[in-house]
Structure formats: structure tokens, C-alpha cells
């Protein structure tokens, strides 16, 4: 869209029309958004022996920077990073609707409990859900490694350092054990359960 | 449930009634079955400098165990197998039901062209969709270090071998730009197609 009206301003001049474009900035990122990263690295990171591990694709947009150390490094960065936050998602979009509606209840719950008024509550509300989102999703959780910034806000600067668009497409973070109850039960003690 | 039974025929006798399910040759997998496998490892394969990636988890019921190579060993076929057979999913339980829907579909009009009895459609439908589940469910691939065994099968052998309960809980397999349109437009080209 911004290509289309940067075109009628330009009345159809394509180079000024990018000129216009590059003075407001926008030339470079619009022209990486057109781009499909499809290259880039699937990368894994395993922590503490086998206790956790994180699986994730990177991309970028061509084999020649998938296979620079900067590229890899911030592949590994990012593993870390999902290894230490435990992210649940990638973005707001994965996030079901039910576990955002469990959230705004408990919430309106409390606020209502402390007397706060009812005009007030959809306010904190708002703030509340933003500061959930911010804590399970991965694309808005601070970086560990630079936590002035969220990871998105990384994969950008990556992103314009590299000159390619570079995504986090996916992951997955497994923890050994992670919701198996623990209780222990073997055919002995069951056989004597039984006995009574 | 075969322990209760095997203890009304021993009369309340407990070593009696181990006896009888050994006989049955239960005894050891009942005993497995109800212990909880919650150690073990989590385990990464990438394969090609990052053009597939695998993340599994193994259990197993001791740290003691998860540390001996047999259960490297066995963590690393198994992630090979995923990357080299590429499952779409665990077990059965975890096809969605449409997919399966729409298989049935396509089979059944299949044979209807070719033919075949209505009252056959039904029988051979049974084992097409049999054939698929073995296709795209990890534990019912044939394992590619043992073509002879199902990758369940395999589990079941260490299982016996080990003397633990091994199971294997969960996978990710991500392969490279899978799924991602590769049609790379740059700016230069939308302008242009914009132009006319």
C-alpha cells in the first residue's frame, strides 16, 4: 500500500517514487515485507543434559547470510532465551481466546474485590492482558541477553544490521517431565493397596 | 485390572498371585505400566547445517537409566528416524478426525469407481485407512534402523531390555521453508507489475 501511494505522489516515477519512499524511511522496510524469508536455520539448544530443550526455525532471506556466524549467534541468543523464559507462544495470534478470558476474569475479579469503579476496571484491565501477553509471548518478552528490548525488537535490529528480513517462524520448548505426576506406584504396592 | 484377577485366583496370596501373572507373562509390563516414566531425556537432531530439525523427549522412570548410553543411543535413532520418516503425528489419538474424514472419502470414491461392491468398500476402507495411520503416526512407522519393527515395537524391546518404561512422549520435527510460498518479490517488481 505504501508503494501504491508512494506511486500516485510520485506520479508514477519509480525512482522517485522510492526516493519518497526512502525519506520517509520506509524503502527498506517495505521492501524486506515484500520478501518471503523462507532460508534461515532450524536450530536446537539443549540445557542441563537433556533437561530442557528448545527447537526453533530462523529465517532469513537467502542461504549466503543462514550461514554467517551473526546469523547463527542470534539463533543460538534466541534458543537461550526461549530456554530461560519458557515462553508459552510465538505472538499474540496463538494465544487462545479462552486463556485471555480466564485471565480478564480473575482480574476483574480482584479489581472489583479492592473497590476499584467499574469505568476504572476496563482501563487497568487493558493494561493488565497487555502485561500477560507480554509475559507469555515470545515476540514481546525482554530479550535476557538485552532486556531493554523485547525479542522482536531484536529480530528488527538483526534484521536492519543484515539487510534481510529475518523472522522467528516457530518453537517448540520441551521441559523432561513437565506435567507427569510424579507419584511413583509400583505392582507391589498396588498389590498391597488391594490387600487392604 | 489383571492384578485384582490374578489375586481373587490366588486366593489373596500375593507372591502367588506375581506367580500366576508371570506365568501370563504380564507380570513385568503390568508392573511398568504403572510406574510413571518422568525422567529420561530431551533430545535434538539437526540434520544438513539446519535444514531439519528434531526435538523429542524419551522417558524413562530413572535418572540412572536416561545417563547410559543404550538410552543415548536409542534417544538418537529415534530422532533420526523422525527426520528421515518425517510423522505427521505421535499416535492415533492425535489425527484430527477430519483428516481421517477426508481420507475415507477420497478412498471410498476411489473404489466406488473402480467397482467395487458396497458391501466390500467397508472391509477394504478399514485397512486403507490402517495403512494410512501407519504412514503419518510415529509409533506406527516401521523403524528405519529395523524395518521389521514399528518404532513402538522398538520402545517395547529397550522397555524389556532396560527394565524400565521407556516411552516417548512427544516430537517437533520443523524442516526449512516448509509451508512458505517461495515467490520472491522485491520492490522493484511490485512497482513495476503496478505500472502495468
Request: proline share 0%; hydrophobic share 50%.
Given at each position: 500500500m505504501d508503494c501504491k501511494k508512494a506511486l500516485e505522489e510520485a506520479e508514477g516515477?519509480?525512482?522517485k517514487a522510492?526516493?519518497?519512499l526512502r525519506k520517509k524511511g520506509i524503502a527498506k522496510a517495505a521492501k524486506r515485507a515484500d520478501k518471503i524469508a523462507a532460508e534461515g536455520l532450524v536450530?536446537?539448544?539443549i540445557h542441563g543434559n537433556g533437561k530442557i530443550g528448545v527447537l526453533l526455525e530462523l529465517n532469513c532471506e537467502t542461504d549466503?547470510?543462514?550461514k554467517t556466524d551473526k546469523f547463527k549467534d542470534l539463533a543460538h541468543d534466541v534458543a537461550m532465551h526461549i530456554?530461560?523464559?519458557a515462553p508459552?507462544?510465538?505472538n499474540r495470534e496463538e494465544v487462545l481466546a479462552e486463556e485471555?478470558?480466564?485471565e480478564k476474569e480473575v482480574y476483574s475479579e480482584q479489581l472489583k474485590n479492592e473497590g476499584k469503579p467499574a469505568?476504572?476496571?476496563e482501563k487497568i484491565l487493558e493494561g493488565k492482558i497487555n502485561k500477560f501477553y507480554g509475559e507469555i509471548c515470545l515476540l514481546e518478552q525482554p530479550f535476557i541477553k538485552d532486556e531493554d528490548n523485547t525479542v522482536e525488537q531484536v529480530l528488527v535490529q538483526a534484521s536492519s544490521e543484515i539487510g534481510e528480513k529475518v523472522t522467528l517462524r516457530r518453537f517448540a520448548r520441551y521441559e523432561l517431565g513437565e506435567g507427569i505426576e510424579k507419584k511413583a506406584c509400583d505392582f507391589a504396592e498396588e498389590v498391597a493397596e488391594q490387600m487392604g
Open positions: 516515477n519509480i525512482d522510492i526516493d519518497g536450530y536446537s539448544y549466503f547470510v543462514a530456554a530461560a523464559s508459552k507462544y510465538l485471555i478470558a480466564k469505568e476504572m476496571i
